[in-house]
Structure formats: C-alpha cells, structure tokens
C-alpha cells in the first residue's frame, strides 16, 4: 500500500485527484507508471483509486469515490443530491441507479448531464444543504423529496422508510418541505412516497412487502405489533398486523434471521423459536402469511396467499363464534 496514497484517500472515500498527488510530490512519470502497472485504477479524469481498494469495492462505495472526485472536479461549486445523496449517507440503495453523480446548483436554469454528472437547477433554501465529510449534501428532507422525484415509487419508499426509521427527519418535516415544491417536475410522486413512508418499516424487504401489499390493493397492515393473549402475556411481535381479518404478515430475510441470532445459537434454533412463536399466534386465531426476498417479485402470488390467509381467518372466526 502506498501510504502516502492511502493518506490523501482515507478522508474522500478512497479516491486522490492527480492534483493532489502532485501537491504531495509524485512527478507524473510515478503518477503515469502506476496507472500503467494498475497500481492505481482511474475512476474519472483524473481521479485514482488504489487497485486492492478497488478490488475490494462495493457498488455503494465506489459510487461515494466517483462524488469525492466529481465534486473535486467541478469549476463552480454544487450540493450532492438525489440518489446520490442518499448513497452519501449510507441509506439503502435497492433500485437505485448510481451511474451518474446528482447534483444540484442554483444558478442553472435548465438541467445537463455532462461528464458522468447530472446537474440539476433548482433552489436551496439554507435548510437544505449540510455537510457530510467535508461535501456539501442535501438535508435528509430533500435527500427523500429528490430522490422520490427521479425515482419508481418503490425504491424511493425504501429511501424514504430508512430516514424516517433511523430518526433522520420526520414526516411532517418532509410534507413540509414538499408543500413549497408543489410545481417541481416529478412532486406528484414524491408526495404518494412521503405519505405512504413509515419509519416503522425495519428493512428494505419490509417496506418492498408493504409496498406490494399497497399496489395489489391489499388493506394497509399496521406495523411492528406486539402479539398479546387475552391476560396481557407477550407471544411476539409481527412485522404486519390485518386487523380486520386476524392475520399477521412476517417478512423473512436473511439479515432477519441474523439479527435474531443469540450468542452460540445456529440459525436452525431461530428458525424453530420462531415456529414456536407462529403456533402461538395461531392458537390465539390468527392466520400467518410469510413473505421471502424472491417473492416480491411476484405480486399477484403475495395477493393471492393474502386474501387466502383471510378467508381461512374468516372461516376459523366463524366456528369460534
């Protein structure tokens, strides 16, 4: 590892400018052997990341380099916005495309794309800008309006759900925030997004499982529930909760599971605490839908096992009564 390289790098996301490593002392003749060799991959124009760095990359961080440098490259300065932003501030990026850096700057009057970079124009009021490692970023509201605004509805929920779980900003901030954005190209969606968002989702597949449940007409399920028996005792908590018809949702991720593991535990023993917390859901009448990852990407099936779940609740509640 070249440390002096490693140096530069460690505060902007692993990238160096080749005026920095200039300004560091490195003639171009090393900054040329070392592309050469591939000791240093360029990412942009001028701008380098070590190879086993590279290597080593995922999608998210090397998006993060390509800001740090992009920014670095800019004749007049710019706010990181959008997905972008998002990217900047580790929320997930599930649908997300990051193949260009989103800016925005309030001297445009039009939008561009130039050099990997999408310019927006728009106004930024003071409130919506804030520093991330020495970058300038839109705040968590405009980081959910903006990205709801260029994205489908269901990455931008997930955007949106996480800032709103991690306490980032609230809801009414965001609406807000919106209201004075009414006339801006793409608001339509970002206003279904902010109303729709819950901070109460806890994952990326909890809030595709609610956005599924949303756009196959499915009643919308109250979140993160605690199961009680008729004396007050806690049988468990449940990701999604039908009331009206005695039927809870469970979204079953491996991260889930994971995060369910006790110290020296394999995941079969969760897998079996959790089946014995599903048989007492059940014995006080409710009817159990699981959702896994491939799922989600078949609607229609997630309705179909939904409504069934129903009409067996409703069924089972007719012989009790």
């Not at 996301?13 to 991959?41: F, H, N, P």
């Not at 900003?169 to 925030?177: S, W």
């Not at 468990?236 to 994971?258: M, P, Q």
């Amino acid at each position: 590892m070249d440390e002096i390289f490693a140096a530069i790098a460690a505060s902007q996301g692993g990238v160096v400018m080749r005026s920095q490593a200039l300004a560091a002392g490195y003639t171009e003749a090393e900054i040329d052997r070392r592309r050469r060799q591939k000791l240093w991959v360029p990412i942009r124009r001028g701008a380098y990341v070590e190879r086993a760095v590279y290597a080593a990359m995922t999608r998210e961080q090397l998006h993060v380099a390509v800001i740090h440098a992009a920014v670095r490259s800019l004749e007049k300065p710019a706010v990181v916005s959008h997905v972008s932003a998002a990217v900047l501030r580790g929320l997930p990026t599930w649908g997300l495309n990051l193949s260009l850096v989103h800016v925005t700057r309030g001297d445009l009057h039009s939008p561009r794309i130039e050099a990997g970079i999408h310019h927006h124009a728009g106004e930024l009021r003071n409130d919506d800008v804030e520093q991330i490692d020495g970058i300038w970023v839109t705040s968590p509201a405009r980081t959910a309006i903006d990205t709801a605004r260029v994205t489908e509805f269901e990455a931008a929920v997930v955007v949106t759900d996480a800032l709103l779980h991690r306490g980032l900003v609230d809801k009414c901030t965001i609406l807000d925030r919106l209201e004075s954005m009414r006339d801006w190209p793409g608001t339509c969606n970002a206003g279904r997004v902010a109303e729709f968002a819950d901070g109460r989702s806890e994952s990326v597949g909890e809030s595709r499982t609610r956005v599924a449940f949303e756009l196959v007409g499915l009643p919308r399920p109250d979140l993160q529930r605690l199961i009680t028996t008729p004396d007050g005792r806690i049988v468990g908590r449940s990701d999604f909760v039908f009331d009206e018809y005695w039927t809870i949702g469970e979204f079953d991720g491996r991260v889930k599971y994971g995060r369910l593991l006790k110290p020296g535990e394999a995941p079969g023993d969760v897998v079996w605490r959790e089946k014995q917390r599903e048989d007492r859901i059940r014995d006080l009448g409710y009817e159990v839908g699981r959702i896994i990852w491939s799922d989600l990407s078949d609607r229609p099936a997630v309705a179909e096992r939904f409504r069934a779940a129903f009409a067996r609740a409703r069924r089972r509640r007719a012989v009790l009564v």
